[in-house]
């Protein structure tokens, strides 16, 4: 079974960036997914990627995230930018076993979880 783990979380001033990544001890040739979670709510998707490099973003990060994949690094990556305070959460990268094309941003369809790495923003 293929490890993820994410690094690159940290604590940065609003308007900040951040460079999250998640290396995976096999080979990542799946769907892919950035997901966070803030205390008390619930985890949401904020980027997918599928085997092919479509991809799909929620509202709120949209211009600001990219979500990018380096297959032959088995890594997967989250640039944040224009950072703000309402982006903090505990951040966790996924895959989707035999999933190729599609970006659905829904923890349901994901089975392969990171311990995740947490990102703060301060106003």
């Known amino acids: 079974q293929v490890l993820l783990v994410e690094s690159g979380g940290g604590s940065v001033q609003a308007g900040g960036s951040l460079r999250l990544s998640c290396a995976a001890s096999?080979?990542?040739?799946?769907?892919m997914g950035w997901f966070r979670q803030a205390p008390g709510k619930e985890r949401e998707g904020v980027a997918a990627i599928s085997r092919y490099g479509n991809t799909n973003y929620l509202d709120s990060v949209k211009d600001r995230f990219t979500i990018s994949r380096d297959n032959a690094r088995n890594t997967l990556y989250l640039q944040m930018n224009n950072l703000k305070p309402e982006d903090i959460a505990m951040y966790y990268c996924a895959e989707r076993p035999r999933c190729y094309s599609d970006t659905s941003l829904s923890k349901a369809v994901f089975s392969l979880w990171g311990q995740g790495t947490q990102v703060t923003v301060s106003s």
């Open positions: 096999g080979v990542i040739g799946y769907c």
